[in-house]
T-cell receptor, first 112, second 114 residues
């Protein structure tokens, strides 16, 4: 039973446009969410996070939106750059527990 | 560079064998996590250690075990290997107990069981 779902295995976007990556979760106990980026032959790297007390968190070109009622979060990348091409993993945790539950990832391809 | 190191990078072994994967966490991090990433699968949490003690267990098979040593490095032992154990194994570390839940991942060990 997947508690964190990324339903789009891949996404293609042109350079300069917006990339929107989506993530849904089923466990209402989750209250902290993170996005990780992974390049081939490397481990995932932390990108941005959001606590359930917020509905938006922004860091440069990256913004994460959280809709608790829909149990949905999204990562917006504006403007997208070819260097953003990677696999993006959504992860969730329960405050007080440090373990993370990951989705299967979405491969983003940004073409020039 | 996350500061987390894993050895070896690649490992090829036969079914029925036993292997040990090693992880050194970032300086100052007390928690170590192990994850498995199989083909088309996300990162599956296996086990967490905090300052030498097992803290949480995920989908870890009984054939697998781990430990964290006094110098905080960790080893994941995989025994009676099967073809299905072929995967990328990641180690991550974090400062447990703070407000930061970010985990820092090593580059992974690719295990191939033939």
């Amino acid at each position: 039973d997947q508690q964190v779902k990324q339903n789009s295995p891949s996404l293609s976007v042109q350079e300069g446009r917006i990339s929107i990556l989506n993530c849904d979760y089923t466990n209402s106990m989750f209250d902290y969410f993170l996005w990780y980026k992974k390049y081939p032959a490397e481990g995932p790297t932390f990108l941005i996070s959001i606590s359930s007390i917020k509905d938006k968190n922004e860091d440069g070109r990256f913004t994460v939106f959280l809709n608790k009622s829909a149990k949905h979060l999204s990562l917006h990348i504006v403007p997208s750059q070819p260097g953003d091409s990677a696999v993006y993993f959504c992860a969730a945790s329960i405050r007080g527990y440090s373990t993370l539950t990951f989705g299967k990832g979405t491969m983003l391809l940004v073409s020039p | 560079d996350s500061g987390v190191t894993q050895t070896p990078k690649h490992l090829i072994t036969a079914t029925g064998q036993r292997v040990t994967l090693r992880c050194s966490p970032r300086s100052g991090d007390l928690s170590v996590y192990w994850y498995q990433q199989s083909l088309d699968q996300g990162l599956q949490f296996l086990i967490q250690y905090y300052n030498g003690e097992e803290r949480a267990k995920g989908n870890i098979l009984e054939r697998f075990s781990a430990q964290q040593f006094p110098d905080l490095h960790s080893e994941l032992n995989l025994s009676s290997l099967e073809l299905g154990d072929s995967a990328l194994y990641f180690c991550a570390s974090s400062v447990f107990g703070g407000t930061s839940y970010e985990q820092y991942f090593g580059p992974g060990t690719r295990l191939t069981v033939t």
